[in-house]
């Protein structure tokens, strides 16, 4: 084949719209890899976080659950445990809590690193008050009577 037959061919309109055409489909296709592809992944995931962050349902047992883990983690005492304010009807739409009431006894460190996992967790949890009293029954060991009220939250 001769050079100026085959510009001639690769020229001609029909294979310049071939050309065009399969070039758009390149672009596009890259387009979509590195731009749609990422977003399109960011919103699905950050969807999943939001449902797996506020459940539609109080699943109280899970919320305690998450507090006795981190409450072991950290060697707080549980004195007493009560739970508050729960609304079960399903007809209520708005965030809506569960009030957990705990007396611990605890050394002030292992409080602060109890409040830093708590607040690490997936759940939504918010310590709505903290009352701390020295033991007065203890020695210099450093521990406090600790009385926190945590809210968890769901929809």
Known sequence: MNLSNVSKSIFVKKTGNYISLIFFLLVFSIFIIFAIKPSLTTAFSLKKEELDLISEHPEVNKIIEDIKKIADKNLLIINKASIVDVNLSSTNQELQDVKLIMEVNVSFDNLKQFMTDL????????????????????????NLNVVLTIDGFYL
């Open 119 to 142: 607040f690490s967790q997936r759940r939504l949890k918010i310590i709505d008050d903290v009352t701390i009293s020295r033991d007065k029954e203890s020695s210099n060991s450093g």
